[in-house]
């Protein structure tokens, strides 16, 4: 089994910067990438950023130029800087793994609001 840990989620101020964090850890035998979704009340899940294993990053059209994706592979940890914050990014934020078998994992989510 796979258990993936948020973190760093929180309340910011429009303009502002926050950075998740998640660690994976369990049984992970080969990671093809990392990433992080995100979901609003009402609305899908949708992907916000990932990154392979190789380092080929993606990015959803709305956070490009905003958000950085990172990732330490020898910590199996995926990290989002997020800046210039802005009271539409609020959502739950979810962090996911899919292996070398396209199984996905997923964390149990972390709130971030931004709000004045």
């Known amino acids: 089994q796979v258990q993936l840990v948020e973190s760093g989620g929180g309340l910011v101020q429009p303009g502002g910067s926050l950075r998740l964090s998640c660690a994976a850890s369990g049984s992970i035998f080969t990671i093809y990438s990392m990433g992080w979704y995100r979901q609003v009340p009402g609305k899908q899940r949708e992907l916000v950023a990932a990154?392979?294993?190789?380092?080929?990053?993606i990015y959803a059209d709305s956070v490009k130029g905003r958000f950085t994706i990172s990732r330490d592979n020898a910590k199996n940890t995926v990290y989002l800087q997020m800046n210039s914050l802005n009271p539409e990014d609020t959502a739950v934020y979810y962090c996911n793994l899919r292996d070398g078998s396209n199984l996905w994992f997923w964390g149990q989510g972390t709130q971030v609001t931004v709000s004045s």
């Open positions: 990154i392979t294993n190789g380092g080929s990053r």
